[in-house]
């Protein structure tokens, strides 16, 4: 099992995340992804060790390196951030974030018309649209301010 989850406290947000669920923040019109992928395909590149061709067509994108109940314990990778007001931060599954680019993310959030629901809606329906081979998990979470 992923996980991924923001906790929301006075000084600022705090991120905890496990396998290839991910954290992006939209600021400024900006996608930033926040948590970084426990996959093998991500461990690869962290080697330089493929080209863009070979990103493309890694035949074990779905292998995660790093998730809950594969061992006793797991390392959780945490962090914090101090959001601004109207950041938008994105908590979704890779069911999201596989089918569904960063770009396109991206434009849906640009285009985005405010509405927390709709967007939600917006970003799965994207992620079906382009195959959908996996559950799609998307949290929307809009910071106006502590």
């Given at each position: 099992t992923t996980f991924v989850a923001l906790y929301a406290a006075?000084?600022?947000?705090?991120?905890?995340?496990?396998?290839?669920?991910?954290?992006?923040?939209?600021?400024?019109?900006?996608?930033?992804?926040?948590?970084?992928?426990?996959?093998?395909?991500?461990?690869?590149?962290?080697?330089?060790?493929?080209?863009?061709?070979?990103?493309?067509?890694?035949?074990?994108?779905?292998?995660?390196?790093?998730?809950?109940?594969?061992k006793d314990t797991v390392k959780v990778d945490t962090r914090h951030e101090v959001p601004e007001v109207g950041d938008l931060f994105l908590l979704c599954s890779d069911g999201l974030a596989g089918p569904a680019s960063d770009n396109e993310i991206e434009e849906i959030l640009q285009n985005s018309s405010g509405d927390i629901q709709a967007t939600t809606k917006a970003l799965i329906d994207k992620a079906n649209s382009n195959g959908g081979p996996d559950n799609i998990t998307a949290v929307l979470v809009h910071w106006t301010g502590a």
């Open positions: 006075d000084d600022g947000v705090y991120i905890a995340h496990v396998g290839d669920s991910r954290c992006y923040r939209f600021r400024n019109n900006k996608l930033e992804a926040l948590t970084e992928d426990h996959s093998l395909l991500n461990d690869y590149i962290k080697m330089k060790r493929l080209t863009q061709k070979e990103i493309d067509d890694f035949p074990h994108k779905n292998v995660i390196v790093r998730a809950l109940g594969m």
